[in-house]
Each structure stands twice: as C-alpha cells, then as structure tokens.
C-alpha cells in the first residue's frame, strides 16, 4: 500500500482499534469488485493499492435482480486486503441482516433506506457495532424526506444508476440531488461524506464531484482499465481537481 493519509492506516481496523475518521479525508476512490474477475478476486484486490476503499456489492436477487455476495465473502476479502471493506447492501430487511455484515468485518456497511423498516435505528446499531454507518438512495428515492437523519449517518450513497448491475450509463438526472443532499449536509454542519456508485468514469467524475460528491465508486471504469491502480490515480485527479474548482461554493 502506498503512503498515504494517516487514516488510511486505521480504516481497516476501525472495530479492533475503535479508531475514527473524524477528520476530513477529501476526495476517496472505491472501486467496486462487481467488474472484476470473480474467480480470482484476491488477485484482482491486489491490482488497486492506491484505492482508499474496495466496494463490495451483496445483492439478494429480490432487492435487485442479480445474486452476488453474502458475509462469507466479506469476511474472506476482509482478511485478504489491507484495503478497508465498504459493503453495499441492496438486500431486502436490511434491519435483519445488516450486523452480520460488520461481524465479517466491513468497515461500512452501506443499507438502502428503501429496503430498512427502521433506518435511524439500523444506523445506530451499526455504527454501536462499531462501523461507518451509511445509507443508499435510488435514482427515484429524494433525499429531503431524510434531512433528520443526516446526523445519524457517516454517508449517504446516492445512487446514479438504478442499482443491480455494472457497466450501466450514468443518470444525468441524479446530480440535483446530489447537490441537494450537500446542501443539506452543510445547513447542519455535518461533514458527512457523500458517495457516488453508478457510471462513474473520466467522462462523468467531474460532473458528480462538482455537485459536492467526495467518495466515488467506479466498477468497470476501473476493473476494465488496462492498469486499474492508474485508473484510480487519474480518477482521483479528475475529482480533485473538479472539487477545487468550485471550491468553497459547495
Ligand atoms: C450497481 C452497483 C455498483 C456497480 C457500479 O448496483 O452498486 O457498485 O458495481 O458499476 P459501474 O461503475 O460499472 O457502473
Ligand atoms: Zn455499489
């Protein structure tokens, strides 16, 4: 793993160490694994050093319509990668299945608000667990109905595809949404990280971290890259220089 910002060094170790991420980390990569080659996993986590998270997409084919990971491969990454794990649930009665989720040893464990009966209740429990707490949006699903809650969170996830697959076009009409949510986010004076996850590329980075997005999730922008780790060093540049572009305005 390359040098990097000191939280990096605890981020995987956040239950063990009770370590935080209290301080502003700025603009984060997080490839996802669902482009990468399935039958060699280890190896293809070893192909992203310079990545700050690996997302790992659990899909229960009722939520979505695509059958993926379950706990048992969490906790096999987990122990294969220095890289912290940030789990995407798009699982049904994610208030039933999200703890086992941090027991495998996911740093974030990320629920959809459409999916969970109690959401403020299901944040508390995972962040008491000793994880980031953090919640999905759909493309259809607005964020105001839950400006109550921003204090409850450690991100929100809003997605730019509808979820369920990779290599899906990034939806346009999501980026007023997510300017809404960092709106939000500073009326409170949260500092609650914002992620992206759907079509995000060189060509639509930019566009997302403009609007006030900061952790980006990139599947097969990355995993089809001829060297993945450069994908996201070129994607990290695209974002931080689009974020200091407009600056304080956001
Ligand atoms: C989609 C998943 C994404 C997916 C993104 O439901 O949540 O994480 O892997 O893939 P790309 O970057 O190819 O759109
Ligand atoms: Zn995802």
Redesign the pocket.
Same mark, same amino acid.
């Given at each position: 793993m390359p040098e990097a910002a000191p939280w990096r060094c605890v981020g995987h170790t956040t239950r063990e160490s009770g370590a935080s991420y209290d301080q502003p980390v700025g603009i984060q990569i997080t490839p996802?694994?669902?482009?990468a080659d399935f039958a060699e996993l280890g190896a293809e986590i070893g192909r992203i050093p310079g990545a700050d998270w690996v997302?790992v997409?659990v899909?229960d084919n009722h939520f979505?319509p695509?059958l993926t990971f379950g706990p048992g491969m969490i906790e096999a990454l987990a122990r294969r990668t220095e890289l912290p794990v940030d789990a995407?649930l798009?699982i049904t009665e994610a208030d039933r299945h999200a703890a086992a989720y941090v027991e495998a040893g996911a740093a974030s464990v990320t629920f959809h608000v459409e999916a969970a009966a109690a959401p403020v209740r299901l944040a508390r429990e995972i962040r008491k667990q000793g994880a980031r707490a953090s919640m999905?949006l759909k493309p259809a699903t607005p964020i105001e109905p839950y400006e109550d809650l921003l204090a409850e969170l450690d991100m929100v996830l809003i997605?730019?595809?509808?979820? %369920?697959?990779? %290599?899906?076009q990034?939806l346009d009409l999501c980026l007023p949404k997510i300017r809404a949510a960092r709106a939000l986010m500073k009326k409170h004076g949260l500092e609650t990280w914002l992620q992206v996850? %759907? %079509?995000?590329?060189m060509e639509t980075i930019e566009r997302c971290a403009e609007a006030g997005a900061d952790v980006f999730?990139?599947?097969?922008?990355?995993?089809?890259a001829d060297d993945p780790d450069a994908m996201v060093a070129s994607l990290r540049e695209k974002a931080e220089g689009a974020s200091q572009s407009v600056g304080q305005s956001l």
């Amino acid at each position: 793993m390359p040098e990097a910002a000191p939280w990096r060094c605890v981020g995987h170790t956040t239950r063990e160490s009770g370590a935080s991420y209290d301080q502003p980390v700025g603009i984060q990569i997080t490839p996802s694994i669902l482009s990468a080659d399935f039958a060699e996993l280890g190896a293809e986590i070893g192909r992203i050093p310079g990545a700050d998270w690996v997302h790992v997409d659990v899909m229960d084919n009722h939520f979505v319509p695509n059958l993926t990971f379950g706990p048992g491969m969490i906790e096999a990454l987990a122990r294969r990668t220095e890289l912290p794990v940030d789990a995407h649930l798009m699982i049904t009665e994610a208030d039933r299945h999200a703890a086992a989720y941090v027991e495998a040893g996911a740093a974030s464990v990320t629920f959809h608000v459409e999916a969970a009966a109690a959401p403020v209740r299901l944040a508390r429990e995972i962040r008491k667990q000793g994880a980031r707490a953090s919640m999905a949006l759909k493309p259809a699903t607005p964020i105001e109905p839950y400006e109550d809650l921003l204090a409850e969170l450690d991100m929100v996830l809003i997605m730019t595809v509808e979820p %369920g697959f990779g %290599g899906q076009q990034f939806l346009d009409l999501c980026l007023p949404k997510i300017r809404a949510a960092r709106a939000l986010m500073k009326k409170h004076g949260l500092e609650t990280w914002l992620q992206v996850d %759907g %079509g995000i590329s060189m060509e639509t980075i930019e566009r997302c971290a403009e609007a006030g997005a900061d952790v980006f999730v990139a599947g097969s922008a990355v995993f089809s890259a001829d060297d993945p780790d450069a994908m996201v060093a070129s994607l990290r540049e695209k974002a931080e220089g689009a974020s200091q572009s407009v600056g304080q305005s956001l």
